[in-house]
T-cell receptor, first 115, second 110 residues
């Protein structure tokens, strides 16, 4: 199993500013992902955080808006840049070891409100 | 690209009723399928994980089935309780991150 922590758990930010969310896992994992859940919606994958290289972004998400770092196998950050009210969402970090037979684990999420 | 559909989108039942939530997916090349529960404003709680070689998995009052070839899974909840009220999400998993359906919002009325 994997235990995931995220910081901050929630924040209220002003339009035009940036926020960096941290994700820490208690064990080394193969894959780390960032998801977004907008109000009343299901989870949407933002990107796969790749260790030591640029993240792989899904359609509709770009590095300039959501820069991601993954310096090692247990830590990743997601930055939400130049925020607007439309960025108000829950951002979730997730980890997965394919073919391990284990579940994909999710962090508790970071609730972001942009004014 | 995997697409997941969950039916119904919302469901309201009286306490004690048995109910079935449906999930369908387009790409049957999966390793497993997970059912999650999400309470309002909260994160995800994993309920059941079915491996692709399994037909069903049980945990307490929950039973999930998987028909991989037809791209379908069901979550059966027996003797529903008000505490079961939440959104239930289905997510098949292959060599790529989980893709989620929009969920079924369940309300169990006491």
């Amino acid at each position: 199993s994997a235990v995931i922590s995220q910081k901050p758990s929630r924040d209220i930010c002003q339009r035009g500013t940036s926020l960096t969310i941290q994700c820490q896992v208690d064990s080394q994992v193969t894959m780390m992902f960032w998801y977004r859940q907008q109000p009343g919606q299901s989870l949407t994958l933002i990107a796969t955080a790749n260790q030591g290289s640029e993240a792989t972004y899904e359609s509709g998400f770009v590095i300039d808006k959501f820069p991601i770092s993954r310096p090692n196998l247990t830590f990743s950050t997601l930055t939400v840049s130049n925020m607007s009210p439309e960025d108000s969402s829950i951002y979730l970090c997730s980890v997965y070891n394919p073919r391990s037979g284990e579940t994909q684990y999710f962090g508790p999420g970071t609730r972001l409100l942009v004014l | 690209k995997q697409e997941v559909t969950q039916i119904p989108a919302a469901l309201s039942v009286p306490e004690g009723e048995n109910l079935v939530l449906n999930c369908s997916f387009t790409d049957s090349a999966i390793y497993n399928l997970q059912w999650f529960r999400q309470d309002p404003g909260k994160g995800l709680t994993s309920l059941l994980l079915i491996q692709s070689s399994q037909r069903e998995q049980t945990s307490g009052r929950l039973n999930a089935s998987l028909d991989k070839s037809s791209g379908r899974s069901t979550l059966y909840i027996a003797a529903s309780q008000p505490g079961d009220s939440a959104t239930y999400l289905c997510a098949p998993s292959g060599n790529t991150p989980l893709v989620f359906g929009k969920g079924t919002r369940l309300s169990v009325i006491a």
